[in-house]
T-cell receptor, first 117, second 111 residues
Framework: DTGVSQDPRHKITKRGQNVTFRCDPI?????LYWYRQTLGQGPEFLTY????????KSRLLSDRFSAERPKGSFSTLEIQRTEQGDSAMYLC???????????????FGEGSRLTVL | EDQVTQSPEALRLQEGESSSLNCSYT??????LFWYRQDPGKGPEFLFT???AGEEKEKERLKATLTKKESFLHITAPKPEDSATYLC????????????FGTGTLLAVQP
């Protein structure tokens, strides 16, 4: 199965440390998304890439968060100086929608759960 | 402000007892309304996309409908394996590619 893969699945860190998550999308998908989900809530949009270009970023996203997608393949999401409020599930999704189409069907990974102590 | 409200927050059904989940939305220029299913500890799984009022889509025991203000997910004769959280999301008009999700309905189907 070549679905969306995320690593690590779980990360426990101390407040103030930096963490990085990796996402490997479905290989032929040109679009990649990061969402954050806390318990009892729906996923919240963080950022969107089309190929290697970061085209959209949530206004709620602090400067401590940065995402990259070099060469339009895998993506990384880094959180610097973590805070307890960053504890959440970080979900990556990909799709193959053409430019101008709706977001369409997103294929989500199983997420990376972050716990900040 | 674009937003999505789902009700009820939780629903418990007996196997075979049909019901509906509601998704109310306010959005500037709807480009699409999406239904996803999420099992515990997993990422959401796509179910349906609806684009315009009056549209309906079906998949097995699930049927999604759309009006100008809300969407319904009808579950006919549910089975225990239908137990999950059902999420509704909208994509607004313009250049945005983000989905705005509701908080979901937690469905439990008892045998």
């Amino acid at each position: 199965d070549t679905g969306v893969s995320q690593d690590p699945r779980h990360k426990i860190t101390k407040r103030g440390q930096n963490v990085t998550f990796r996402c490997d999308p479905i290989s032929e998908h040109n679009r990649l998304y990061w969402y954050r989900q806390t318990l009892g809530q729906g996923p919240e949009f963080l950022t969107y890439f089309q190929n290697e270009a970061q085209l959209e970023k949530s206004r709620l996203l602090s400067d401590r968060f940065s995402a990259e997608r070099p060469k339009g393949s895998f993506s990384t999401l880094e959180i610097q100086r973590t805070e307890q409020g960053d504890s959440a599930m970080y979900l990556c999704a990909s799709s193959s929608a053409l430019a101008g189409d709706t977001t369409g069907e997103l294929f989500f990974g199983e997420g990376s759960r972050l716990t900040v102590l | 402000e674009d937003q999505v409200t789902q009700s009820p927050e939780a629903l418990r059904l007996q196997e075979g007892e049909s019901s509906s989940l509601n998704c109310s939305y306010t959005v500037s220029g709807l480009r699409g309304l999406f239904w996803y299913r999420q099992d515990p500890g997993k990422g959401p799984e796509f179910l349906f996309t609806l684009y315009s009022a009056g549209e309906e889509k079906e998949k097995e025991r699930l049927k999604a409908t759309l009006t100008k203000k809300e969407s319904f997910l009808h579950i006919t004769a549910p089975k225990p394996e239908d137990s999950a959280t059902y999420l509704c999301a909208v994509q607004a008009g313009g250049a945005t590619n983000k989905l705005i999700f509701g908080t979901g309905t937690l469905l439990a189907v008892q045998p």
